[in-house]
């Protein structure tokens, strides 16, 4: 059962960025802004289909700790969702460095690229 919640999570994961990917095409095409706001959005979807699909709950701990001001923070990567979660919390949109190898992937990469993320090689 585990195996089959993890494909249909899976499905869930990428059938999200591509729809999420789409609608938010047009708009993110002239606004960076737009772009930014994507990502948050697209971050409540997935944390949905963790919920509903693999029975995932998480909690945010000394929220009141972030300030509403630009900061550095350094997280520890534990898993891809050290990626998304952070859109739900932290305002304003955060700005991840990243790889520059994931700027070659499809629609992530275009958002990433136009929410303003930082490329490394």
């Known amino acids: 059962m ?3 919640r993890s494909l249909l999570f899976v ?3 990428y059938g999200s960025i ?9 708009a993110a095409a002239f606004s960076r802004r737009a772009a ?3 990502c948050p959005m697209w971050a409540r979807i997935v944390m949905f289909g963790a919920r ?3 029975g995932i709950r998480w909690q945010l701990r000394h929220g ?3 300030p509403d001001k630009p900061v550095l923070i350094a997280m520890k990567h ?8 952070p859109f739900l919390f932290i305002k304003p949109v955060p700005c991840f460095v990243l790889k520059q190898e994931l700027l070659q992937m499809p629609v992530v990469g275009w958002y990433a690229r136009r929410a303003g993320m930082i490329a490394i090689d």
């Open 18 to 26: 591509f729809v999420m990917g789409l609608i938010g095409m047009p």
């Open 52 to 54: 509903w699909i693999m």
């Open 64 to 66: 009141e700790r972030f």
């Open 78 to 85: 534990h898993s891809m969702m050290d990626t998304i979660v």
């Open 36 to 38: 930014q706001a994507v």
């Open 2 to 4: 585990r195996l089959i």
């Open 11 to 13: 499905v869930w994961l």
